[in-house]
T-cell receptor
């Protein structure tokens, strides 16, 4: 499984932008970069995903480095509801075992201060 | 609401027993995934089904089994339960098995083995 590295925790102030980094130096050309988050006592929630180009949706933006070895999830205005564990996941095209699936690491725990 | 329904929400059972967890995917989704989340292990991928067929297998114990039925709902069977099987079990679904597809998670079944 392709691996990602994320900071264990980050803090943000409410209504300020948040940049959550993810390193994936061993990414291959067909790996998609997925972000999910898990709020306390809830199931994981899809946030955004991309392959090469930057992506935007109603929840967040995903900035992907030109060499694809890192990416950044951007929350434009953090709210208290954004306090969660954020997971950066590489999903590859492999078959067999757990390849091709969403393999969760430890993620980044985001705290949002009012 | 993700559209993925898991039942029951809570389950308490004794060691050595067998339980069945049920998952109804979002309408139109063909792929179902099962995950286990315990405090010390994080989110562990167990197994994936696509249109009734097993597609990928992760860290699933031999005491555990799953299947996806023709109506696309899925069941996870846990037998000879041990205290260490106490965890949250999440089901997720996606419309395809492709790596560029987002998955939607249910709220989970909390299993307590006493």
């Amino acid at each position: 499984d392709a691996k990602t590295t994320q900071p264990n925790s980050m803090e943000s102030n409410e209504e300020e932008p948040v940049h959550l980094p993810c390193n994936h130096s061993t990414i291959s050309g067909t790996d998609y970069i997925h972000w999910y988050r898990q709020l306390p006592s809830q199931g994981p929630e899809y946030v955004i995903h991309g392959l090469t180009s930057n992506v935007n949706n109603r929840m967040a933006s995903l900035a992907i480095a030109e060499d694809r070895k890192s990416s950044t999830l951007i929350l434009h205005r953090a709210t208290l509801r954004d306090a969660a564990v954020y997971y950066c996941i590489l999903r590859d095209e492999g078959y067999g075992g757990s390849q091709g699936n969403l393999i969760f690491g430890k993620g980044t725990k985001l705290s949002v201060k009012p | 609401d993700s559209g993925v329904t898991q039942t029951p929400k809570h389950l308490i059972t004794a060691t050595g027993q067998r339980v069945t967890l049920r998952c109804s995917p979002r309408s139109g989704d063909l792929s179902v995934y099962w995950y286990q989340q315990s405090l010390d292990q994080g989110l562990q991928f167990l197994i994936q089904y696509y249109n009734g067929e097993e597609r990928a297998k992760g860290n699933i114990l031999e005491r555990f089994s799953a299947q996806q039925f023709p109506d696309l709902h899925s069941e996870l069977n846990l037998s000879s339960l041990e205290l260490g099987d106490s965890a949250l079990y999440f089901c997720a679904s996606s419309w395809s098995a492709g790596t560029d597809t987002e998955a939607f998670f249910g709220q989970g079944t909390r299993l307590t083995v006493v």
